[in-house]
């Protein structure tokens, strides 16, 4: 359709968009832009997946064969356990999805939408069918767009078609004769805008975009899986096979040594139930998910689930300094024109204070100023007392001074209507507009960039008196460098003054054309939180790089206040060009030892985190830009802002900051570790039950002796001490000194040999535990009820004395205070309550082939838990002193 037929029949107008009470009726009607979740089929898919497990079929099997056998109690007992594991499991996947879901909607997307003539930002869920919606560089389309406006529009649609090559829009207007279907004046939902900016009126919203049918068909579900979720799933069905393999030859053996049939498949059943690892997947993911929710309460949103193991190991973060070191809050403090400067006083937004001019008056200061206020897209308002910006932090600084010195930016734009824009990015380093002069009828050219920018662009300069005569760059230059030295972030103003001739407005036309006005510097102090955050990066061995577009003097005395260079070592701030002047091994080189990079553009970027990356770097990178988001994915976390970034860059990154504060970063990496730690300390406390349940039975079935536990008693253990038990080592908070250590190898093994070793050695002590009591008690009157009775609770008892061992893998037991993690205290008792109930309620006892047992077999038990407790103790002890 024509951009006249959408109009038409969307019933809206094309300047003033909707207005809001028909926005209003429209939300009603339509519903809000949102994706819908993966709809109903996913429940049933949910649940039959947790059936489709290994242990799971055994389990089935057994329970068929035992009805067969005539054991309907054990049959009922190992089909219930098949139903309460998927329940478990069900319920916990829902929690860590529905954990990850409300994630995404902590990064809020804005979209700029204009309604009753006005242009406002708003949550992009609030978007209509007809709503009049402008796009720019960076933004992620929200709804399928008609274009009725554009200028230079580039879209990256590869979300939706896969070509990675962005697609140039076309006029809105095509020529009759056009096919209707012509993709090059629609965007859709989901695509990011590449370059370029546009307008255009939502088509459809929601479910209705294209991205909604195609969600619809995949149901797109959150992926709950990382390497190490992936690497423990393998490692898992292995051992299963193996173990599977190892109980068909045991039976075998059984049968053809001439034992009962009936009592070798039991034991058969309960080396396969034993030995299998079955909680460690949902552990693990349960883990990851309390991370994640963890971080998210520090700020730092996961966008995507492996980033949360690679934090753990980054042993470098690449910072950006504007809006991540900094406050992003700027003020101009000092003014120079080439007749001389000027400090300006006042803080914030506020348009108080003044500058001091001392009544020296300046045709070149006007005209900079004028420049600063017109050649802006920032505007600064006041709401309840307090000024508020809705922009660019450095262009409502620059808005601010001028109007310190009375310009109005409304009245501004008044006399100087804008007529066209060359957009500042970062490599471009300047931003320059193009107004009509009300009075004169003839155009003039505003800009502002970068200061080596904007003098090479200059022909002449402007003096007081407004006179021009030939630029003096150094003078520029020098002065320049003098406030950069102060920590202040230094752009040029100029102008094309209205000289009749319309020379063109293009990026090629304006160098030589312009005159340089003078300088605007402005202070950005480093956030209070930044220079700790850095320390303790350090502390934790983790280097800490800045890599800004801004000048090398402004980036070295903030790096400087920030502990990043140090003033003895003299250390020097790259610059990009010194960067292009290296060959490939003095580049390497320089990467690794500075730690301040300045005019540093997106495609250098990308060259130093790869660079990095090579020399055996796990590297984190911030961005906000367009231009960032190679760098970001390039990195091993890429990091976006919330607040500043474009939805470009947060769309590239593993990890969105909702604070934008580099201390975040810190925070996350802190997490990260906790939450590898954690998943340590639960493989490391289950494997040697699993071990130790394989091990009796094997023992039990090669000496052909009476099974010290029967099957239904080791799915008791395995089901309920996973979950009172293991469990809450996930909520484990993180250990005292975890920022002190170096980051972790990514290619060291999960356990070490250590850990391996200590897996064994208490493996080794429930199976000689477990059989002595059965022993002991048989021979001292006990019938084989109680004996069995007595190894169960003997399993739990060390499993529980064992649990407390685990919270850390290297310190005793002793030093970590009790009461830090009180869900373990919960779960113990809990545990122990259960195994009360096993032990003297007589239902429980007919079920599980339990009896009740008394006092001095408890203390019997206590007692080799101690031993246990003691062995590990030592174990510990000695491996420190070892190193
Ligand atoms: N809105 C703007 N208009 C014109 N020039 C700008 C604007 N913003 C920044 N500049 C100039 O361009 C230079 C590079 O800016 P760029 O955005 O690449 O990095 P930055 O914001 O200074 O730092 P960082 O990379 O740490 O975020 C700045 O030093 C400044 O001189």
Redesign the pocket.
Known sequence: MSAHEVVLLLETDPQRGLSSTEANRRLERYGRNVLPAAGGGGVLRRILRQFHNPLIYVLIAASVVTVFLGEYVDSAVIFAVVLINAAIGYVQESRAEAALDSLRSMVRTEARVVRDGELRSISSDELVPGDLVRLEAGDKVPVDLRLVRLAELRIDESALTGESVPVDKLEAELPVGTPVADRRNMVWSGTLVAAGSGTGIAVATGAETELGQIHRLVGAAEVLATPLTRKLARFSKVLTVIILVLAAVTFAVGLLRGQDAVETFTATVALAVGAIPEGLPAAVTITLAIGVTRMARRRAVIRRLPAIETLGSTTLVCS????TLTENQMTVRALWTPDGGYEVTGSGYRPEGEIRDDGRSSEALRWSLLAGAGCNDARIREQDGEWTLAG?P??GAMLVVAAKAGIDQDELAADYPRRDTIP?D?TR???ATLHDERVTRRTVVLA???VERIVSMCRAEMGADGALRPVRAEAALHAAEELAGRGL?V?ATAVRPPDGADDGFDDSSLPGALVLTGLQAMLDPPRSAAAPAVRACHTAGIGVKMI????AATAGAIARQLGLLDEDRRDRVVTGTDLDGLPAEGFSDAVENAAVFARVSPAQKLRLVETLQRRGHVVAVTG?GVNDAPALRQANIGIAMARSGTEVAKEAADMVLTDDDFATIEAAVEEGRGVFDNITKFIVWTLPTNLGEGLVVLVAIVLGATLPLLPTQILWINMTTAVLLGLMLAFEPKEAGIMRRPPRDPGRPLLTAALMIRIVLVATLLVAGAWWIFQWEQSNGADVAQARTAALNLFVVVEMFYLFSCRSLTRSAWRIGFFTNRWLLLGVAAQALCQLAITYLPPMNDIFGTAPIGVEVWLRILAVGVVAALVVAVDKRLRRNLG
């Open positions: 950006d300094k504007t809006g660019d450095t262009e500042f970062s380093q300047y931003m502002k960039g970068s972030r752009l800004t577009g801004d000048h906000d």
